[in-house]
């Protein structure tokens, strides 16, 4: 926005306005001011420890306010009032990077505590206070998203397949739209209604991985369906109308010309797809329920996840709570481990794979 | 040359298209899965709807909480969870609007897809490790400003005292809310924020305008109803939040706005899955009957933010 012409005493076209690096020479002065308050504070002993959050909110703040005044006594009204815009958005920002931080900072050094191999090797059976893992409920979760995915993945290929090549009318129209209220369900609804199903012919105590499958995959399949279909729309027209020229019937064509080209996005948006759902809590806290011991039988008895296993550790903790909160913030850590995992292995997949066009 | 100059003769009969088997296979195989997803909506409602049957036939003091009949009980639950969506909504409203705006016309270029990365990372965060964080970190950190607004604004009945000792208040959990539906609420306003017109922008500049009436006069008028519709898909998301509120919230039976003690209206969501775990006979068909409410709020709420999306589409200058 603002010209950039070097700020001279003499030039009369960056007369009356703030140099160009004012804004976030103030914004660090501001931050720095309140984390020297702060560190006083700690100094004195008013507070425990040093706070971060508090520092970087009120620096932020008492930047708003010094840019509105500056701009408006050296730049004028109309000026003052795109300041003011500018650094309320700027804190907007600001503002909701700090739960992601503090989020992302308790997790991990909370986590590490209990990061160890009896984690990763021990079930919590016969466990009362301290020791134990969650072998059994990664194991759980592993298989029951494996088998939602196993649903989801063909029955939400081919309908994107059906609304980009066959889709015409009515019924491409119901199912677009359905897809995308599906997509809000709340979680919790597609639960109750994977457990009715079941519940109707095994009776109303039945739990078992199978149904949180069935549960998940009534999440997935609209994520699925939605970024297949993005996918497969760019598909130049080219490629499928070479295909016919050649004689090549339509399903060939699409399993030979349009599945191989756009692989690497079908991949990339399945995989988004399972770290959304891999994550849920509350469908498989109502389907697969809650158990401390090893079960690999998706088909029969209760089944441990990690997400219900670190909803249980801190719902139900014992006399002695540290341990249970211990296990509870390295599950959190382990389940943000592997939904990153799966993101970034996504967008990877994404950039290194795509056909590249030019 | 001499096959063109016979074609007209031997074509008197249009040719008939083959029909493979292939084809048929795989275009009903694609059919059949499209529909699939409307019986599964379907199915959901019809399944709700038949156990919840016990529930809303059952006979005074069957149902939980002593409550007399299925509508009593499943009022405060109604009122919590549209209260504390709503709260939600008002925290994270301006602040998404302020991170797409941010993203799409404030943030240098170069580094405003990384940003958009950063927001959609809150996103990949299950919601369980929200409300662990919630209840562990923020209620902690924020009791001391709950005590501070009681005592100078109590007089306020939103901020009525006796405030509460451990910050599992429903204000709390509804900043978790609002932190959980920023990253969908900001995805899809940035997209709107992007498609604004770029000959209108420049034209705004070029006549003098500072960035700010740029985008009052350019780019917010033309985002107007992807920015609602943002909100209300925003508002989905709050209304079906599960164990952020679940974990975080200390719940009581009550209606009431105020926002800082620890008698707070439970959600639907969070209701069921504390309760169900435990529950039998008619007080499980009182949850899922619970659920089904929630189901129709959501359902509503969606489908209305659709149709404003889609109406739009068809009649927007983008295209």
Known sequence: MSVAVRNTSANTLTAGKLPKGAPWGLLIVSWLIFIGVFALLQASGTTTDFNVVGAFFFGTILFDILIVVISMVVEGGRKAKDRLVTSLVTTAFIITLLPLISLIYTVISRGVARFDSAYFNESMRNVIGAGGGAVHAIVGTLEVTAFAAL??????????????????????RAITFFVDVMTGIPSIVAGLFAYSLFALFAGPSIRAGIVGSVALSVLMIPVVVRSSEEILKIVPNELREASYALGVPKWLTIVKIILPTSIA??????MLAISRVIGETAPLLIT??????????????????????VYTQY???????????????????????????????????????????? | MTASAESPTKTATPPKA???????????????SGSLILVVLAATAVFLIVQSLPALTAKPGQIPNDAANFWVYVGPLVFGTVWAALLALIIATPLSIGIALFISH????????????????????PSVVFGL?????????????????VNTLGWIPLFQGPVSGTGKTILTAAIVLAVMILPIMTAVMREIFLQAPRLHEEAALALGATRWEMIQMAVLPFARSGMVSGIMLGLGRALGETLAIAIVLSPATVINVFLLTSQNPNTIAANIATQFPEAQGVALNTLIASGLVLFVITLLVNMAARFIVNRRKAFSGAN
């Open chain 1, 315 to 358: 719902a139900n903790q014992g006399p002695d709570a540290t341990p249970f909160l211990e296990r509870a913030w390295t599950g959190a850590l382990v389940l943000i481990l592997i939904v990153m995992a799966l993101n970034l292995l996504a967008r990877l997949i994404g950039r290194l794979f795509s056909p590249k066009l030019r």
């Open chain 1, 151 to 172: 649903i989801s993945i063909p029955i939400g290929l081919l309908t994107s397949i059906y609304l980009v090549e066959y889709g015409r009318g009515r019924l491409a």
């Open chain 2, 18 to 32: 083959v029909i493979r088997i292939g084809d048929r296979v795989f275009s009903l195989a694609t059919v059949l």
């Open chain 1, 265 to 270: 996005g079908l991949t990339t948006g399945v």
């Open chain 2, 133 to 149: 964080w919630g209840v562990l970190v923020l209620a902690k950190f924020i009791q001391p400003f709950y005590t501070t607004l």
């Open chain 1, 288 to 309: 697969t329920g809650f158990t401390t011991s090893m079960n690999y039988d998706l088909f029969s008895d209760r089944m441990m996840t990690l997400p219900v296993f």
């Open chain 2, 106 to 125: 404030y943030a240098p270029r170069r580094i405003s897809q990384l940003l958009g990365y950063i927001i959609d990372l809150l996103a990949a965060v």
